[in-house]
């Protein structure tokens, strides 16, 4: 069974694109698959429809070799062009903050995705997570988890972008020339 100290991880990376339009692609929840390779689906629940401070989400994730899990994060804060944060707390998983602050730089934005461990996981969570889920070193997963996230989330703005700027280079479907 594995069992590692868990408190906090940053990534950062330079986003060619405004804060407004990056946090426009970060706080619509409903986007997340697209750019977090462990989040299978999110949407608004408790009759939120939209980022605001105290609404909810659920979230259905998939690591490792065990069976999809949900969780019901909560908005904290929702500051657009700013900062978009949620903490997520689960039985057994503790309690995790995850914070996006966007820092204007240049013509983009420097992204800073970070996790904050505010109550550890206990030890039924590190043996589901090492027994029945295989992951072995849940620190390194996270840390690229949230690089391939901010990598993602660069393409899409850059997609965005191309579009404001281009409406007729937006990519859309193909069609057939026969």
Not at 37 to 55: K, L, M, S
Not at 145 to 159: G, K, P
């Amino acid at each position: 069974m594995i069992r590692q100290e868990l408190t906090s991880d940053t990534v950062e990376r330079y986003v060619e694109a405004p804060p407004a339009a990056v946090y426009d692609i970060l706080a619509d929840v409903t986007r997340t698959p697209e750019r977090t390779p462990d989040i299978v689906r999110c949407e608004w629940i408790d009759g939120a429809t939209g980022p605001a401070v105290g609404a909810r989400f659920k979230a259905t994730n998939k690591q490792g070799r065990g069976p999809n899990w949900s969780n019901k994060p909560v908005v904290t804060v929702a500051d657009p062009g700013r900062e978009f944060t949620f903490t997520r707390a689960e039985p057994f998983a503790g309690t995790i903050e995850w914070k996006h602050v966007l820092i204007p730089e240049g013509t983009g934005t420097r992204v800073l995705e970070s996790y904050t461990v505010l109550k550890p996981l206990t030890i039924v969570g590190w043996f589901i997570i090492g027994t029945l889920y295989g992951l072995n070193d849940r620190r390194s997963d996270l840390h690229d988890s949230m690089v391939d996230s901010l990598d993602s989330l660069d393409r899409l703005a850059q997609i965005a972008q191309i579009g404001e700027r281009n409406p007729q280079e937006q990519p859309g479907p193909r069609r057939s020339t026969r």
